[in-house]
Nanobody, 116 residues
Framework: QVQLVESGGGLVQAGGSLRVSCAAS????????MGWFRQAPGKEREFVAR????????YYADSVKGRFTISRDNAKNTVYLQMNGLKPEDTAVYYC?????????WGQGTQVTVAS
């Protein structure tokens, strides 16, 4: 059974930084592309960033490009999202998942709140 456990969220002032983490189990992590997604109140879940199996290729949504960095540690079955230059519009619950994400299989997410 696949388990995805996100952590590291919190409250930060605009312009600040946070790093969120996602520990994965129940899958062959080192062979799977992973992604970060987010859902703001009253909005659909949206794509943020993805990384290929080796970490050698990444892709970002335009809204976070140049501010966020996705990375992974295959020895720890963990994917990270370093978020710099945070803006109030980045406030959301952040989720990780396989990329592309399977239907109906999500962790609990981690809340990121950016105060203006």
């Amino acid at each position: 059974q696949v388990q995805l456990v996100e952590s590291g969220g919190g409250l930060v002032q605009a312009g600040g930084s946070l790093r969120v983490s996602c520990a994965a189990s129940g899958l062959t992590f080192r062979l799977i592309a992973m992604g970060w997604f987010r859902q703001a109140p009253g909005k659909e879940r949206e794509f943020v960033a993805r990384i290929n199996w080796s970490g050698g290729s990444t892709y970002y949504a335009d809204s976070v490009k140049g501010r966020f960095t996705i990375s992974r540690d295959n020895a720890k079955n963990t994917v990270y999202l370093q978020m710099n230059g945070l803006k109030p519009e980045d406030t959301a619950v952040y989720y990780c998942n396989r990329y592309p994400p399977p239907t109906g299989s999500w962790g609990q997410g981690t809340q990121v709140t950016v105060a203006s």
